[in-house]
């Protein structure tokens, strides 16, 4: 499947070769990952495996040691978030990257501001704006006026995807999305994603749900101590074919080769 | 549990009438503890604190502290500290003295008295805190040394760069237009200051219904009429009432004599002027209005909170939280420039010493008018209240005939008692 959807296409987002270490720990060795449009590529691993720091250097939190990366098939520079924002690259980040103090609005236009004629900032547009999108998302989103420290976990996640997806990214990596959604907003968040997918969005997905990633993903990457154990279909291989690349670092079918 | 109105489909219900007007308690307890302090005094000295004579001399010995409070918020916002503005308010009040009496007349030929030579100074003062406070501010934000460093180096490095500036003399008296900044020798008078008053009146007015409006236009829940009603009241009243007291306080008629003995007139019977508001006090309130729109409506303010609240997040949103150090610190340093034309005017010379624990008291009144040091929270008007209540409290003492140590005694349990006062406010509202 996906090699059939790969040719004559350029991938959204291809990074070659890529490492980071600090101070010794090699937290990102080497590796490289792809995404093509309207794919959803899960990145799989265990604990302090390397994911997160792989994608921030895609989203331009960090800056890889070496490797080189390839945004619609051409090398982009990214220095910082600015950057991958230009380049239509949005981020959930795991942390969330809220500002506690601010509220919910605050945070989705941070660095983004929507400003009046004075060029003085517009509160009440952007409150508008996100009502307009928390509708969507998580219609039982109310607390527009508080500042997000007085929101639940799911709440707050909700504020960070919605930022992530109002402004129309091309390509999204969403780190843990769900992590602190109940069952019902996890649903809605799968839902999202396939509507997304649909639109021919790019999606990297790192989740620690074999299940989440069996059912909404396409490939899935999986690292296990900075380096990439492979790439697989997600249509190939099983449920134990995934566990066991995380647990032990093997690709399935690999004594076989 | 206390949450679950959030979750129904309408907005909470409006609680109680301070929450209709949507005025912050914070701010209420604030006005009533600065309310308190004035009636204590008042009857401690059988009513000279409250009189129009001295409300106005507490005003403009507030103004230099307040100013510089408005900066030290964004700077303890964004979880710094400054440590030196009382060291670089004497730094710039010595280049603007010397710049007026001995550099522009001497190297320049600009003589004294020249109508230039204040606005000159002027300007060479803001440019030289502007400048060094830049520098502080790239020494934090680029060199990532903590800024209670940088400006404990400050403390020391510019109180004696002043001294070397000035050879350690007191230079003086200043420029007579300079000196209008000062206060008593700078006022708007009767009619000016009822202009002045009706011109408040009027912007407040128009910001309470554009408000309105603009939540209107989006489809927001406003406040019921009568409550835009009752705060349009409570403004206007405070706003004429502050002018009416200052229009109160009259030249004495000594002074008006000599002042017309002065021009060769006869002053004419019964004859009477006021003082007014003062330039000085008027300069706080513009400032005190741009700070707050800096703060709350404009991108770098945002910024300044953002980047306190969460310093990793508005990193990852694409500020550049190192730029903008530099930029806070450059706004503290034109504001102690600012208060150093206040500070200097008043006095009507620079002397050594200016500024002489400064840096303390407008830390005491950030932090009492509600900055907190975890940062990411404070307010313009909070810190300019703080500096009002310290200055209440240290005036009130003085008239009482409270001895200076056990003013500050009295001033320092203030301090920490106000923190306390709102970490337990704070745990008990929930807020952040
Ligand atoms: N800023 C940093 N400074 C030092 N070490 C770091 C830093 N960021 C990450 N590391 C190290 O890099 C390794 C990979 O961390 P990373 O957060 O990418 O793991 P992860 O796969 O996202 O794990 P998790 O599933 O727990 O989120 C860890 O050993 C971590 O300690
Ligand atoms: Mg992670």
Redesign the pocket.
């Known amino acids: 499947m996906a090699q059939v959807q790969k040719q004559g296409v350029t991938p959204l987002v291809d990074m070659r070769d890529i490492c ?4 010794g ?4 060795d080497h590796v490289s990952v792809d995404l093509y449009p309207g794919e959803v590529v899960g ?1 799989l ?12 250097i895609l989203s331009g939190a ?1 800056q890889a040691d070496s490797g080189e990366i390839y945004v619609r098939g051409e090398k982009a520079t990214i220095t910082n978030p600015r950057d991958a924002r230009a380049l239509k690259i949005e981020t959930i980040y ?1 942390t969330l990257a809220l500002a506690d103090n601010l509220d919910a609005a605050s945070n989705l236009f941070l660095g983004r501001e929507l400003v009046t004629p004075l060029g003085l900032v517009d509160d009440d547009a952007m409150e508008a704006e996100t009502r307009k999108i928390m509708a969507k998302l998580n219609p039982n989103f109310k607390k527009f006026n508080d500042p997000v420290s007085a929101l639940s976990g799911g709440q707050r996640q909700s504020v960070a995807i919605a930022r992530a997806v109002y402004f129309d990214a091309q390509i999204l990596i969403m ?2 999305p769900t992590a602190a959604l109940g069952p019902h907003e996890t649903q809605m968040v799968s839902e999202l994603i396939e509507q997304l997918k649909a639109q021919g969005i790019g999606i990297f997905l ?1 989740s ?1 749900d074999i299940h989440d990633v069996m059912k909404l993903c396409d490939r899935a990457s999986v ?1 296990k101590n ?1 380096q990439l154990v492979g790439t697989v279909d997600v249509d190939d291989v099983t449920d134990d074919d995934l566990l066991g690349m995380i647990i032990l670092g093997k690709k399935p079918g690999a004594a076989a080769d | 549990m206390a949450q679950t109105d959030t979750n129904s489909g309408r907005a909470p219900a409006r609680k109680n009438i301070f929450h209709t007007l949507e005025i912050d308690l914070r701010l209420l307890g604030m006005i009533g503890a600065f309310i308190a302090v004035c009636l204590v005094f008042n009857v401690l000295t059988d009513g000279r604190f409250l009189t129009p004579r001295n409300i106005f001399n507490l005003t403009i010995q507030t103004v230099s502290v307040a100013i510089m409070a408005t900066g030290m918020v964004f700077i303890i916002v964004t979880r710094h500290i400054d440590l030196s503005v009382g060291a670089l308010l004497a730094t710039c009040s010595a280049v603007m003295a010397m710049t007026q009496t001995d550099w522009l007349p001497n190297a320049m030929g600009l003589e004294f008295g020249h109508p230039l030579i204040p606005w000159i100074a002027i300007g060479v003062g803001l440019l030289s805190g502007l400048v060094i406070g830049a520098f502080h501010g790239y020494l934090v934000g680029y060199l990532a040394i903590p800024a209670f460093i940088v400006t404990l180096g400050g403390l020391l490095v510019w109180r004696n760069v002043a001294w070397y500036i000035t050879s350690g003399k007191t230079i003086g008296p200043l420029d007579e237009t300079f000196q209008k900044f000062g206060g008593i020798n700078g006022t708007l008078g009767a009619t000016g200051s009822w202009i002045v008053g009706g011109l408040a009146l009027l912007g407040a007015l128009y910001a309470l219904y554009a408000a309105r409006r603009n939540k209107v236009k989006h489809g927001f829940p406003v406040k019921p009429v009568w409550a835009e009603f009752l705060l349009a009241a409570i403004i206007g009243a405070a706003i004429l009432g502050f002018v009416a007291i200052l229009n109160a306080y009259e030249v004495p008629t000594r002074v008006l004599q000599r002042t017309f003995e002065q021009a060769g007139l006869e002053m004419p019977e019964g004859y009477t002027q006021s003082y007014g508001i003062p330039i000085s006090v008027l300069l706080l309130i513009f400032l005190a209005i741009a700070m707050t729109i800096v703060a709350r409506r404009t991108r770098f303010g945002r910024y300044v909170f953002a980047t306190g609240g969460n310093p990793d997040a508005a990193e990852l949103s694409g500020i550049n939280t190192r730029w903008l150090t530099v930029k806070i610190f450059a706004l503290m340093g034109a504001l102690c420039a600012l208060s150093a034309v206040v500070a200097s005017a008043r006095l009507t010379n620079h002397s050594n010493d200016i500024g002489t624990l400064d840096e303390l008291r407008v830390i005491a009144a950030a932090v009492i008018g509600g900055t907190a040091l975890a940062g990411g929270i404070g307010t313009i008007h909070g810190a300019i209240l703080g500096a009002l209540i310290m200055q209440s409290l240290q005036s009130g003492m003085a008239m009482v005939g409270v001895d200076a140590p056990l003013q500050n005694i009295v001033v320092g349990s203030v301090l920490v008692l106000a923190v306390l006062i709102d970490i337990v406010y704070r745990k008990r509202t929930g807020g952040a």
């Open positions: 980071i270490s600090f101070g720990v090699h937290a990102v990145l691993g265990h604990n302090g495996a390397g994911k997160s720091t792989l994608i921030k960090y795991q780190d843990e790192i620690h690292m900075g």
